[in-house]
């Protein structure tokens, strides 16, 4: 059986990872040539990956369901990306990076492996200028940064409001360059149905070229998974429409635990849920909060005359005005983390001070703008002012923008080790599809910092450590048995989701089983609720493989196909979600469990027996998972409640 | 509203293409111009006909992956957005909306309303790079640029490789596509080094694909979701041109 070790070299937090480097083993040139690595999803961390190894002279393979590698949801982040560069000359040092992550995922978050991210985020700001791509700079020609919660320093770089577009054109020009070279062959419109194991190690993944529906075998010394997080368990999320998990679910069916999938993170600013017929929710970018504050009125009776539209915002005098993060955080104000920002507009509007369709709370720029002046913040936020627009047609300039918390990231996902290998062995898996780096709670502007670090700075390395023990492997012929049956499984599941032909779309099953995450599974969880929840998934389940209808065929183009097989397994995820928060008995970053607060209703953790990370290991199909423990043991810092009070 | 949709459908490339009718009530203006598309599918699904294969993914405007051609333009009757952010508030009850897909050889067509744009990727492959390898990269701020300078290369970074500007063109030319890349890196002195080569390597890719020539219509820029200027394309030429005769 799999066992857990996370392989943390010894040493001192900061030497740990130029000790690893000093003494990991490597692979010559002609070796490097010989060997085969499969990179699925080609977002911040598989493009990066998939470059930096193409670089490096090996053989990859890198694969995206898009129709070219560009479009992965990397593209979508807005505000910016962390980097302990100091530039500003206001503190900042890899150590208060790493402590600002490790406090800001509520202590659930592996120490060694957060250090070493705060230190190659330098790293990566040197990689992306040399690439072109075009941070924001000041007059003297330096780059500029802005501030982002859980911080005290201004140590976000970025690109408009178009930070995660800029940084991936960078890794997929870095990626395009390696595949004109030969080095990386790609594969798009092409999704990963299955992991093929061979004597127990990764050796190969079952894909589906969706545009003739037919199944393709690739053979790879190693498999990298960079696939994005599970968010769109939820169906409404600020996930792209075609964002999944099902790439992690199957390798946690082949023997992959997957950790802590109860840490799902609800981003602050998103526009609020306004019809049944809507298909996503947009965010509206952390870095608003820079200038942005939020409000809802102090008294109960204007809530509802701005509900029903008597009245407007700026009729609300400024003493009649809750800024309620203002008055309940001093310190961090309208910068809190977003799990902190996020549960305290929740309260607000269960308490009956929501404004629009009461599941909502004002962010205001009018004293940014009287300060700063109309131009200043246009250049700051203009297109996101003009996105606010165009959904929701009005002008953020001349009144309030109207936002509510909204699903936007997992911190959950395969557990991996040190050199980001899952139990599996062979099995890398990097950016939002891991656990390892966020706790309970990501920082803004840390997701695009993980994903480039994972991909240009530690899997290269970790790799090829594990791959120096393969050259004397040679290419394997995909005719392999164990080829075969993963093909077949494969083909047995989607012809058994094709000829269901029941009542029901995959989208009607979609949405239920979002509503069951959101009000069972979301913000505010209970033993209770989670219990129902996990029974009303179980049904929905069995409803699901009754009343299905997919039409169409399954040797061509089906979008509806595809949807039906990534909602299959968000039924099963969602479930394992449910199921890892009913086993946490404490509340901790984005985990919040209504039984387990202060006075205040800030979370209260439960440190003595919950300091560990949860692994979970399938064991069968309608078999309970068993749950594994990987102790956290925190040696550089000090273990404290999160306090942005003051 | 009610609307009546005339949309393509094509069940694949080598199979003829045709214009079908179908009528959505009850569309609420505030939803989106796909959301509209969803629930005709929605609607196709319980009739038992195959829904319309359309092209999304982020629904923020970014990725580029929607590509729709709704009453004779790219991305639909409003500025400066795609059509996932186009709302249908810009209709009226009792519209009828033509719906197709990019036309243009270099983009061949998959299924109804979905082509193929993986020439764009080509083009990229040809130069659209700085070459750095990871890693051995001078520190961010040894390279001080103007911000009028990063601004510009910026204002050309947003394309988001959409197609709209070869849709829109009567030549379906992708110069705006590629003055972009092209200006983006040659305007920056990361760029510099390979800025002849890049421009040569690109508009010969370009070329080669089967993009039409440019004929300065400026049909492009009306269209582009991001607004990106055919002052690129002019920046592009001047390089070119300096390539050439260096």
Same mark, same amino acid.
Not at chain 1, 50 to 77: M, N, T, W
Not at chain 1, 551 to 578: C, H, Q, T, W, Y
Not at chain 2, 101 to 110: D, E, S, V
């Given at each position: 059986?799999?066992?857990?070790?996370?392989?943390?070299?010894?040493?001192?937090?900061?030497?740990?990872?130029?000790?690893?480097?000093?003494?990991?083993?490597?692979?010559?040139?002609?070796?490097?040539?010989?060997?085969?690595?499969?990179?699925?999803?080609?977002?911040?961390?598989?493009?990066?990956?998939?470059?930096?190894?193409?670089?490096?002279?090996?053989?990859?393979?890198?694969?995206?369901?898009?129709?070219?590698?560009?479009?992965?949801?990397?593209?979508?982040? $807005?505000?910016?990306?962390?980097?302990?560069?100091?530039?500003?000359?206001?503190?900042?040092?890899?150590?208060?990076?790493?402590?600002?992550?490790?406090?800001?995922?509520?202590?659930?978050?592996?120490?060694?492996?957060?250090?070493?991210?705060?230190?190659?985020?330098?790293?990566?700001?040197?990689?992306?200028?040399?690439?072109?791509?075009?941070?924001?700079?000041?007059?003297?020609?330096?780059?500029?940064?802005?501030?982002?919660?859980?911080?005290?320093?201004?140590?976000?770089?970025?690109?408009?409001?178009?930070?995660?577009?800029?940084?991936?054109?960078?890794?997929?020009?870095?990626?395009?360059? $390696?595949?004109?070279?030969?080095?990386?062959?790609?594969?798009?419109?092409?999704?990963?149905?299955?992991?093929?194991?061979?004597?127990?190690?990764?050796?190969?993944?079952?894909?589906?070229?969706?545009?003739?529906?037919?199944?393709?075998?690739?053979?790879?010394?190693?498999?990298?998974?960079?696939?994005?997080?599970?968010?769109?368990?939820?169906?409404?999320?600020?996930?792209?429409?075609?964002?999944?998990?099902?790439?992690?679910? $199957?390798?946690?069916?082949?023997?992959?635990?997957?950790?802590?999938?109860?840490?799902?993170?609800?981003?602050?600013?998103?526009?609020?849920?306004?019809?049944?017929?809507?298909s996503k929710l947009t965010l509206m970018s952390e870095s608003l909060r820079n200038d942005g504050r939020i409000w809802v009125p102090k008294n109960i009776e204007d809530a509802e005359k701005i509900r029903k539209g008597?009245?407007?915002?700026? =009729?609300?005098?400024?003493?009649?005005?809750?800024?309620?993060?203002?008055?309940?955080?001093?310190?961090?104000?309208?910068?809190?983390?977003?799990?902190?920002?996020?549960?305290?507009?929740?309260?607000?509007?269960?308490?009956?001070?929501?404004?629009?369709?009461?599941?909502?709370?004002?962010?205001?720029?009018?004293?940014?703008?009287?300060?700063?002046?109309?131009?200043?913040?246009?250049?700051?936020?203009?297109?996101?002012?003009?996105?606010?627009?165009?959904?929701?047609?009005?002008?953020?300039?001349?009144?309030?923008?109207?936002?509510?918390?909204?699903?936007?990231?997992?911190?959950?996902?395969?557990?991996?080790?040190?050199?980001?290998?899952?139990?599996?062995?062979?099995?890398?898996?990097?950016?939002?599809?891991?656990?390892?780096?966020?706790?309970?709670?990501?920082?803004?502007?840390?997701?695009?910092?993980?994903?480039?670090?994972?991909?240009?700075?530690?899997?290269?390395?970790?790799?090829?450590?594990?791959?120096?023990?393969?050259?004397?492997?040679?290419?394997?012929?995909?005719?392999?048995?164990?080829?075969?049956?993963?093909?077949?499984?494969?083909?047995?599941?989607?012809?058994?989701?094709?000829?269901?032909?029941?009542?029901?779309?995959?989208?009607?099953?979609?949405?239920?089983?979002?509503?069951?995450?959101?009000?069972?599974?979301?913000?505010?969880?209970?033993?209770?609720?989670?219990?129902?929840?996990?029974?009303?998934?179980?049904?929905?389940?069995?409803?699901?493989?009754?009343?299905?209808?997919?039409?169409?065929?399954?040797?061509?183009?089906?979008?509806?196909?595809?949807?039906?097989?990534?909602?299959?397994?968000?039924?099963?995820?969602?479930?394992?979600?449910?199921?890892?928060?009913?086993?946490?008995?404490?509340?901790?970053?984005?985990?919040?469990?209504?039984?387990?607060?202060?006075?205040?209703?800030?979370?209260?953790?439960? =440190?003595?027996?919950?300091?560990?990370?949860?692994?979970?290991?399938?064991?069968?199909?309608?078999?309970?998972?068993?749950?594994?423990?990987?102790?956290?043991?925190?040696?550089?810092?000090?273990?404290?409640?999160?306090?942005?009070?003051? | 509203?009610? #609307?009546?949709?005339?949309?393509?459908?094509?069940?694949?490339?080598?199979?003829?293409?045709?214009?079908?009718?179908?009528?959505?009530?009850?569309?609420?203006?505030?939803?989106?111009?796909?959301?509209?598309?969803?629930? #005709?599918?929605?609607?196709?699904?319980?009739?038992?006909?195959?829904?319309?294969?359309?092209?999304?993914?982020?629904?923020?405007?970014?990725?580029?992956?929607?590509?729709?051609?709704?009453?004779?333009?790219?991305?639909?009757?409003?500025?400066?957005?795609?059509?996932?952010? #186009?709302?249908?508030?810009?209709?009226?009850?009792?519209?009828?909306?033509?719906?197709?897909?990019?036309?243009?050889?270099?983009?061949?067509?998959?299924?109804?309303?979905?082509?193929?744009?993986?020439?764009?990727?080509?083009?990229?492959?040809?130069?659209?790079?700085?070459?750095?390898?990871?890693?051995?990269?001078?520190? *961010?701020?040894?390279?001080?640029?103007?911000?009028?300078?990063?601004?510009?290369?910026?204002?050309?970074? *947003?394309?988001?490789?959409?197609?709209?500007?070869?849709? *829109?063109?009567?030549? *379906?030319?992708?110069?705006?596509?590629?003055?972009?890349?092209?200006?983006?890196?040659?305007?920056?002195?990361?760029?510099?080094?390979?800025?002849?080569?890049?421009?040569?390597?690109?508009?010969?890719?370009?070329?080669?694909?089967?993009?039409? /020539?440019?004929?300065?219509?400026?049909?492009?820029?009306?269209?582009?979701?991001?607004?990106?200027?055919?002052?690129?394309?002019?920046? #592009? /030429?001047?390089?070119?041109?300096?390539?050439?005769?260096?």
């Open positions: 059986m799999a066992t857990l070790n996370s392989k943390i070299p010894d040493g001192p937090i900061a030497e740990k990872w130029t000790n690893y480097k000093a003494h990991q083993k490597l692979v010559n040139p002609a070796n490097k040539r010989k060997l085969d690595i499969i990179v699925v999803g080609t977002g911040l961390a598989g493009a990066s990956l998939a470059a930096s190894l193409g670089e490096l002279g090996f053989k990859v393979k890198v694969f995206c369901y898009q129709d070219s590698p560009r479009r992965a949801h990397s593209i979508a982040a $807005q505000g910016g990306i962390n980097a302990a560069k100091n530039y500003q000359n206001d503190g900042d040092t890899v150590y208060r990076l790493f402590y600002d992550t490790v406090k800001g995922g509520d202590y659930r978050a592996r120490e060694a492996n957060v250090y070493r991210l705060a230190e190659v985020s330098n790293n990566i700001i040197d990689q992306c200028v040399a690439q072109g791509v075009p941070f924001a700079r000041e007059y003297g020609g330096l780059l500029a940064n802005r501030s982002f919660g859980g911080a005290l320093v201004s140590r976000t770089f970025y690109a408009r409001g178009q930070t995660g577009q800029q940084l991936l054109l960078g890794a997929y020009s870095a990626l395009s360059r $390696q595949i004109k070279k030969g080095n990386v062959e790609l594969f798009t419109r092409s999704e990963m149905q299955d992991l093929v194991l061979i004597d127990g190690k990764a050796r190969g993944i079952i894909t589906r070229n969706l545009i003739t529906g037919k199944l393709e075998r690739h053979f790879g010394h190693t498999v990298a998974l960079a696939t994005g997080g599970y968010g769109n368990v939820f169906f409404l999320s600020t996930n792209a429409m075609g964002s999944n998990g099902s790439a992690a679910w $199957q390798a946690y069916k082949k023997g992959a635990f997957f950790a802590n999938p109860a840490f799902v993170q609800i981003h602050p600013t998103c526009i609020p849920v306004h019809g049944d017929y809507q008597e009245i407007q915002p700026k =009729d609300i005098a400024e003493e009649d005005r809750d800024y309620y993060l203002e008055r309940r955080y001093p310190a961090f104000g309208n910068l809190v983390p977003r799990d902190v920002a996020s549960r305290a507009a929740k309260e607000r509007c269960d308490a009956g001070y929501g404004v629009g369709t009461g599941k909502a709370v004002f962010l205001d720029f009018e004293d940014a703008i009287k300060r700063l002046g109309r131009d200043a913040i246009e250049a700051r936020y203009g297109n996101l002012f003009q996105m606010y627009e165009k959904i929701n047609d009005t002008n953020p300039y001349e009144t309030p923008m109207m936002i509510y918390p909204a699903i936007h990231y997992t911190m959950g996902g395969t557990w991996v080790d040190y050199e980001l290998m899952s139990t599996i062995p062979g099995l890398f898996v990097l950016g939002e599809a891991n656990f390892s780096d966020h706790g309970a709670n990501r920082l803004g502007a840390s997701a695009l910092m993980q994903g480039l670090a994972d991909g240009y700075f530690v899997a290269p390395y970790t790799i090829q450590n594990y791959l120096a023990d393969e050259i004397l492997v040679p290419r394997m012929s995909t005719d392999l048995p164990e080829f075969d049956e993963a093909e077949k499984a494969v083909q047995d599941r989607l012809n058994k989701l094709i000829s269901i032909n029941g009542k029901y779309s995959v989208d009607h099953f979609h949405k239920k089983l979002g509503h069951i995450m959101w009000d069972h599974v979301g913000m505010a969880r209970t033993k209770e609720g989670l219990e129902e929840g996990i029974q009303m998934i179980r049904e929905l389940k069995k409803e699901f493989w009754k009343e299905l209808k997919v039409p169409g065929s399954l040797d061509e183009l089906n979008n509806e196909l595809e949807k039906a097989g990534r909602v299959a397994d968000f039924l099963e995820i969602g479930e394992l979600m449910a199921m890892d928060a009913l086993n946490r008995n404490e509340s901790c970053g984005g985990h919040f469990r209504e039984e387990y607060k202060t006075e205040e209703g800030e979370a209260l953790r439960d =440190d003595k027996n919950y300091t560990y990370v949860s692994a979970w290991e399938y064991k069968g199909p309608d078999q309970e998972p068993v749950l594994h423990k990987e102790p956290l043991t925190f040696e550089a810092i000090k273990v404290q409640q999160r306090n942005y009070k003051k | 509203m009610d #609307l009546t949709l005339k949309v393509w459908r094509q069940k694949n490339n080598k199979a003829k293409g045709k214009f079908v009718e179908y009528k959505i009530k009850n569309i609420s203006k505030d939803s989106s111009f796909l959301e509209m598309m969803d629930i #005709l599918n929605e609607q196709l699904i319980e009739e038992g006909v195959e829904p319309v294969a359309f092209d999304h993914d982020c629904r923020e405007g970014i990725c580029g992956m929607c590509s729709l051609y709704i009453n004779g333009r790219p991305h639909g009757p409003d500025e400066a957005v795609t059509v996932c952010q #186009l709302h249908m508030r810009k209709f009226n009850d009792g519209d009828t909306i033509v719906i197709e897909p990019w036309r243009a050889k270099a983009f061949p067509l998959i299924k109804d309303l979905m082509v193929d744009r993986s020439a764009f990727d080509t083009i990229i492959q040809a130069g659209g790079y700085v070459s750095v390898n990871t890693g051995g990269v001078p520190d *961010a701020n040894s390279i001080p640029i103007e911000r009028d300078k990063a601004e510009l290369s910026m204002d050309a970074a *947003a394309c988001i490789g959409c197609g709209a500007c070869v849709a *829109a063109c009567k030549n *379906a030319s992708a110069m705006l596509f590629v003055s972009a890349k092209v200006s983006q890196l040659n305007l920056l002195p990361q760029g510099k080094a390979e800025a002849k080569l890049r421009v040569e390597a690109m508009v010969k890719e370009m070329d080669d694909l089967g993009f039409g /020539n440019c004929t300065n219509t400026g049909a492009c820029e009306a269209e582009c979701p991001k607004e990106i200027s055919l002052t690129n394309i002019a920046r #592009l /030429n001047r390089n070119f041109y300096a390539a050439k005769l260096s």
